[in-house]
């Protein structure tokens, strides 16, 4: 009897949280180029083709990504597009405050981090750059809507259906968010310190979806932060 109580609080754990494992897997996907991988396999040979067509390819292949996550989601995204409608003041002006407090939050560390560590931006910061340079209008789409819509509903949203303490969620979401933009781009134990300017960021979205239970929010926040930098980097350089 406790046995089959057992198997049935982890089959109703599984149902209940089956966006949130999905969202891991498609993520993990995304991130290892798995559909440029099968493109490979029929023979189209990524790497071998010129740089336009090449960058058309992973614009393509992020585009499926996005859809598949609208298509998850977009109950959950209509509904927070109502009431964002419907309570349009109040959700603006927290959102503001919200990413307000996160850049600042951002900012400062950054600060702090650069006269520890003797450098003006995070590796993550100086890859993206580098690829703006190269890849601008791939980048701007990539950095202003694939990335937000990924991280929002992996950081902020499924996890706040896992972690039921409100203060718990804010941490661990803004801490694997921030540990997110590290991990691929860490030279030593030092880069880790960008975690924390990530990461209070990372927070600032995700308390905003705490106090609203708006996905949409985060979302669209992200993405105009998002955009803003991409475009001061397009246009500066």
């Known amino acids: 009897m406790k046995n089959k109580q ?13 966006k949130f494992i999905s969202v891991i897997i498609l993520y993990i996907l995304y991130q290892s180029s798995f559909l440029l991988s099968v493109l490979e396999e029929f023979g189209i ?20 990504y996005v859809i598949i996550l609208i298509l998850m989601f977009k109950d959950e995204i209509k509904k927070g597009i109502k009431d964002l409608k419907e309570n349009f003041s109040n959700r603006c002006l927290l959102s503001l405050n919200c990413w307000i407090v996160g850049c600042l939050l951002m900012t400062v560390s950054s600060i702090l981090i650069s006269f520890i560590i003797k450098q003006n931006v995070s590796n993550n910061e100086a890859l993206v750059r580098e690829s703006i340079k190269i ?6 789409f ?20 896992l972690i039921k ?16 933009h ?28 705490s106090k609203t239970k708006n996905i949409t929010l985060p979302i669209i926040i992200h993405m ?10 397009i246009l500066g350089g």
């Open 6 to 18: 057992i198997s049935n609080n982890k089959e109703n754990w599984f149902i209940k949280n089956y």
């Open 182 to 209: 590290v991990l691929g781009s860490y030279h030593n134990a030092l880069d880790f310190l960008y975690v924390i300017p990530y990461g209070a960021m990372g927070c600032s979205f995700a308390y905003l979806f």
């Open 165 to 180: 303490s409100k203060w718990i969620y804010i941490i661990i979401s803004g801490l694997s968010f921030g540990l997110l």
């Open 142 to 161: 990539t950095c202003s809507i694939v990335a937000p819509l990924f991280e929002e509903m992996l950081f902020r949203r499924s996890l706040a259906g």
């Open 224 to 233: 105009l932060h998002n955009t803003i930098l991409v475009m001061v980097q």
């Open 45 to 64: 040979k990524i790497n071998s083709l010129p740089r336009t067509p090449r960058i058309f390819l992973f614009a393509l292949t992020d585009l499926i």
């Open 135 to 140: 890849a601008p209008l791939y980048m701007l």
